[in-house]
């Protein structure tokens, strides 16, 4: 643990002996020790002792110290105005914060304020606008396990979103937290924590919460019958864990409430409202290689455009709800042909009515992100503010339910349906709240006149004594005949007549003195101190009742929640549609037609273009794509920067965006739905995990190996590109061999592996493409269309000439280049050694090496036992290159057993 976390030793020492202030601190962060206690003094949180240090150091802020009758404290403080921004960086730095505030207002309490944490702040569980990013979801995650399942649990704590599945497979769970990301995880005993990346924090927390009958008790608060609703008692335990942490992150109003809390159980979250079991293989699979290679959230580039990347270019959505579902339907593109062709319709019936979309897109910039605003007043942390910005939204619902009013598709007509203006609500907000109300909620201002009638008269009350105040200036310069003489007010003094020293002696006999000042005295009569009671007193009643109010209308929208949500659903569902509509329209998209799914796959497509590279290049150059019965395998051929990636990328987003419910940038297209999307493309390494790029490549090709299937997609660019030549050519021969013969799966292989050509030529369902090139004085020319057939060569040296490598090496190239070439030509009738012969290795001398010598690494690796055993009895000679992919999946997968036990 952080030494800055937990309660303070040098207050530990001496609990008993502590102020109460300090002593409220030091419980606090004995309550809260997983986390940074932020301490409300006044106007400032403050942190004490190493916190203090460890803060102040974090946040660059100057630190302090605080002297008691116990001793002197480091400390530092920042400003409860700004302290989001503050927060925030304490969260980059890996903390979590409890924030606790004071619960009672200092005049009300004759002993210390009572403060109390009233959230937990950590990057799973961001409920505040100004951390959250307004465009996509923030998830936490809770993993349980129950024998052989895993199941995973996702929760959106602003939203209410609230997903579950499982699998036996840890693979398939860590592909579906590749999915949706989370920022944060639960995980139960025994469950692996190596399904969720480096980035995603892990969360220690109370394992009683995973236990079957206490996360059922939790589950059945929320929603009936868990059992029903739920596949699984690991699901069942990884969702009433996370029920239990959103709880806790809530926090508290005081500690009274969180004693009766643990009793009656009183902290259930009243906007999780809906659970949705969703079994993966409902949606196209995509796992964290496939969302890296595609680009569909994230550009490769490190220094990339924010929007080259599939989401960017599809999002013209005009609300913070519309993006969060567009993100969702490219996360889980779909299956089932009927759920595609139902958003196809709307897409184009949405496209071809120009009017109609324009003006939805229109009216939709004015809703405001439903679901956060309903969760805040849920969570009862909502403004007068927030209620108008809701009754803003209500407003606009019946604009958009009359452009949708002469639908023709059943989406459409659906949507329509459903969207209830909530016209109650709205009435009671435009009743009930004033029109531009102030932020704070307790200090009056923010209920409308006429709503309530004793609020009426006190204010009434207030004003008329308030004018009874503005006339008796005038009446007392008259009655004192002392013109100078003023009535003014102070919070600290109250109302007053102030009369100037050379003055004093005309001040009449029912004037008391109230202050004196350098120059002056200041005094109250009978009549005006009474007066100052009533408006006083009236004043502080009417804000008190204005408070009591505003929660009773802020309750009753709550009790709405349901409803609220299903309506940001439906304009949510608008909005992604008018986006899709709008790209379709301005970008030259396509409606695919989908076909009937069978056991292969069928890919026909005309004039396709990369959604993402034709809207960052000047130019675009569109290429077709057939594939069908006999044509599954395609080995593509061409120097670098020829169009190989790119091509076998749009194809593969093609279909993804079809499955989505898109339409497709493309002259036409037809396909068949596939079951997932596998990609090895690029290369990168994995230098924190240990992995070499070749290491990482065949991870991901094991990957492919033991998952595809003959409904899967699957693109190989540059596989073996980090061994030898030899080595490398065989491990992609082997791929294409099997893939073709054992899997079945659509395949695009890019290789620079000329031989593989040849290879294609022989098996049954392969064929070749190539990117057509030509040199012109000396230069590449990219023409970036493909073409059946071969490459006639790389062309490597003359793209390192226009990447501007300096003319000594390039002409040193083009000699070496040329002698390989003499030397294959001489030797061409000699297959290489390293694919046709079964010959065991000899050593230098020309002796044959013993088995042991063969796996002898050139550095000293600790490997265990039985690891080390199983390698040195491999006969690695005698292997496919596909059976040593297998054993060296099979051996990792053991290393990695035994490093865990």
Not at 675 to 684: L, P, Q
Not at 766 to 787: I, K, P, R, S
């Amino acid at each position: 643990m952080d030494p800055a976390l937990g309660p303070p030793e040098e207050m530990a020492e001496k609990r008993d002996e502590l102020t109460p202030m300090m002593a409220q601190y030091h419980d606090l962060c004995e309550r809260y020790d997983d986390a940074l206690v932020l301490f409300q003094v006044g106007d400032f949180y403050e942190t004490f002792c190493g916190a203090a240090e460890r803060t102040a150091r974090l946040l660059e802020v100057t630190l302090t110290s605080r002297e008691d009758s116990t001793g002197e404290y480091p400390m530092t403080g920042i400003p409860i105005d700004n302290a989001e921004s503050y927060i925030e960086e304490l969260l980059e730095a890996g903390y979590r914060v409890a924030v606790a505030d004071q619960v009672e207002e200092p005049g009300e309490s004759s002993g210390v304020v009572e403060r109390a944490v009233t959230r937990v702040i950590t990057p799973g569980t961001l409920t505040e606008d100004e951390l959250l990013a307004g465009d996509d979801n923030n998830f936490v995650a809770a993993v349980a396990r129950d024998g052989e399942e895993l199941a995973l649990a996702l929760l959106d704590v602003s939203t209410g979103d609230f997903l579950a599945t499982s699998s036996t497979s840890s693979e398939a769970i860590a592909d579906e937290v590749s999915r949706f990301d989370p920022a944060e995880a639960v995980v139960g005993p025994d469950a692996p924590m190596d399904v969720f990346p480096d980035d995603c924090m892990e969360t220690p927390f109370d394992e009683a919460v995973f236990e079957r009958e206490r996360a059922a008790e939790t589950v059945s608060a929320y929603f009936r019958n868990p059992d029903a609703l739920l596949a699984s008692d690991a699901e069942v335990r990884a969702c009433g864990a996370l029920l239990e942490y959103a709880e806790y992150a809530r926090g508290s109003e005081s500690e009274a409430e969180a004693e009766a809390d643990d009793e009656n159980e009183n902290d259930r979250l009243e906007y999780i409202t809906h659970l949705t079991r969703y079994d993966p293989r409902e949606y196209l699979l995509l796992d964290a290689v496939a969302l890296r290679s595609l680009e569909l959230f994230e550009p490769r580039a490190v220094h990339g455009r924010d929007d080259a990347t599939l989401v960017g270019v599809l999002d013209e959505t005009s609300s913070a709800l519309g993006g969060r579902k567009l993100r969702d339907w490219i996360r889980r593109p779909l299956l089932e042909p009927d759920r595609i062709e139902a958003r196809l319709d709307a897409v184009e019936e949405l496209q071809s009515a120009v009017r109609e979309r324009e003006a939805l897109q229109e009216l939709l910039k004015d809703v405001y992100d439903l679901e956060r605003l309903i969760g805040r007043i849920s969570r009862e942390r909502a403004n007068a503010r927030d209620l108008r910005s809701l009754r803003d939204t209500l407003a606009v619902v019946p604009d958009v339910r009359e452009q949708l009013e002469d639908a023709d598709c059943d989406r459409l007509q659906r949507l329509h349906a459903d969207l209830d203006p909530l016209a109650d609500v709205r009435e009671l907000i435009e009743d009930s709240i004033v029109e531009d109300p102030p932020i704070e909620i307790t200090e009056g201002g923010i209920i409308a006149e006429g709503y309530d009638e004793n609020l009426d008269d006190l204010r009434q009350t207030a004003r008329d004594g308030k004018q009874w105040i503005d006339d008796l200036e005038e009446r007392e310069r008259e009655r004192t005949g002392i013109d100078s003489l003023k009535v003014g007010y102070n919070s600290v003094h109250g109302y007053y007549i102030e009369v100037t020293n050379p003055n004093l002696d005309s001040v009449p006999g029912d004037y008391q003195r109230r202050q004196t000042l350098k120059n002056s005295e200041r005094f109250v009569t009978p009549e005006l101190k009474e007066r100052e009671d009533e408006i006083v007193g009236a004043e502080e009643r009417a804000d008190e009742l204005e408070y009591e109010l505003f929660r009773e209308v802020r309750k009753t929208i709550a009790d709405e929640v349901e409803r609220v949500q299903d309506l940001a659903d439906a304009l949510a569902t608008v909005d992604a549609l008018v986006s899709l509509a709008t790209v379709a329209a301005q970008y030259d998209y396509c409606r695919p037609a989908l076909l009937e799914r069978s056991d292969g796959v069928e890919i026909d497509i005309e004039g396709g273009r990369h959604p993402v590279v034709e809207r960052t290049q000047e130019s675009f150059v569109p290429n077709d794509a057939q594939f069908a019965d006999g044509r599954r395998l395609a080995v593509i051929t061409g120097p670098n920067m020829s169009g190989k990636s790119t091509y076998m990328r749009q194809v593969a987003q093609i279909v993804l965006l079809a499955q989505v419910g898109s339409f497709v940038p493309a002259k036409s297209a037809r396909l068949t739905p596939v079951d997932r999307i596998f990609t090895r493309v690029g290369a990168s390494d994995d230098i924190a995990g240990g992995r070499s790029t070749f290491m990482v490549e065949m991870d991901e090709l094991a990957t492919i190996l033991r998952e595809a299937d003959g409904r899967s997609l699957v693109l190989l660019d540059e596989v073996g590109r980090g061994t030898s030549t030899a080595d490398g050519l065989a491990i992609a021969q082997a791929m294409a061999e099997h893939i073709h013969d054992e899997i079945g799966a659509t395949t695009l292989f890019a290789t620079h592996h000329h031989p593989l050509t040849e290879v294609a030529d022989e098996l049954e369902d392969a064929f070749t493409l190539h990117f057509e090139v030509d040199q012109e004085d000396g230069e590449v020319v990219f023409h970036h269309e493909v073409a059946p057939g071969a490459a006639t060569g790389s062309y490597g040296v003359e793209v390192a000439t226009a990447a501007g490598v300096p003319e000594p090496v390039v002409e040193r190239s083009r000699e070496l280049v040329a002698e390989a070439g003499d030397e294959q030509s001489t030797d061409k009738s000699e297959p290489p050694a390293a694919t046709t012969t079964d010959a065991a290795p000899t050593t230098a001398d020309g002796g044959e090496r013993t088995v042991d010598e063969q796996s002898a690494p050139s550095e000293t690796v600790d490997l265990p036992s039985d690891v080390a055993a199983e390698l040195r009895t491999l006969e690695v000679a005698h292997m496919t290159p596909v059976e040593a992919l297998s054993e060296l999946d099979r051996l990792k997968r053991l290393l990695e057993e035994e490093r865990e036990s």
